[in-house]
């Protein structure tokens, strides 16, 4: 999971992304004008909008910038985290346009939860994990089950597996995969390099299914789907 962090505090950013990465986490830093201006693809429409965690001090007028991010038209999911706020700060913080809010002490284990929580209710998600067939794709880190068998895959194939799977029997282009991985990273590969990704997925989980299909459907020119029971049955009508 991927997302975006402004704390002008570099004491308590380094601790966040650190604490973040622990938990499976990737923390992107973007500076106050890219955040609060909707910029550097916050505001894109895409099947996933990154969680945006936005950290203040305890005198920090969070709420204009708050407003401000919205008013850019930013709809990206957004937790707040500030300083020894009281509950009514914290009812101020929600109205004024947040998803979330935390006051200090800070607990990572916690944070992270939220997280995952925001990223699910963009699709109605209300579980940890989501079923395809016999794959069973687990939203809060682990690794993907496959009728009962642990499939071991690297950080951008979770990536990967889990956008399919929040939007399973959906397509999902390529530039939204490609995003996913790396919009935000100064290394810019090659377009082929999500197709590489995909290839060592797909043989990971028919390694294991036994029936030389791994629930990926590619859709030519469009992008890839994780197959439903239903979806794959539409499929076949068509």
Not at 190 to 205: E, F, G, P, S, T
């Amino acid at each position: 999971m991927r997302v975006i962090l402004h704390d002008p505090d570099e004491n308590r950013r380094s601790s966040l992304i650190a604490a973040f990465r622990k938990n499976g986490i990737t923390a992107e830093h973007l500076p106050e004008a890219a955040i609060l201006n909707g910029s550097s693809g916050l505001d894109e429409t895409v099947a996933v909008l990154l969680p945006v965690v936005l950290a203040f001090d305890a005198n920090d007028d969070a709420n204009a910038a708050i407003q401000k991010f919205r008013k850019s038209g930013a709809k990206n999911p957004l937790l707040v985290l500030q300083g020894n706020v009281s509950a009514e700060g914290r009812a101020s913080i929600l109205d004024a346009g947040a998803d979330d809010a935390l006051s200090s002490p800070f607990n990572s284990t916690e944070i992270t939860a939220r997280l995952r929580a925001l990223a699910r209710r963009q699709f109605g998600v209300r579980t940890q994990e989501v079923q395809a067939g016999d794959l069973t794709v687990f939203l809060d880190g682990r690794h993907p089950d496959l009728a009962g068998q642990t499939i071991k895959i690297s950080a951008s194939e979770q990536t990967i597996l889990r956008i399919l799977a929040l939007n399973a029997g959906k397509v999902v282009h390529r530039e939204v995969l490609f995003d996913a991985l790396y919009a935000l990273s100064d290394y810019q590969p090659y377009a082929k390099a999500l197709d590489v990704h995909i290839c060592k997925l797909r043989r990971k989980i028919e390694k294991l299914s036994g029936k030389g299909a791994s629930g990926i459907h590619t859709y030519t020119g469009q992008g890839y789907a994780l197959e439903t029971p239903a979806r794959r049955e539409e499929t076949l009508a068509l």
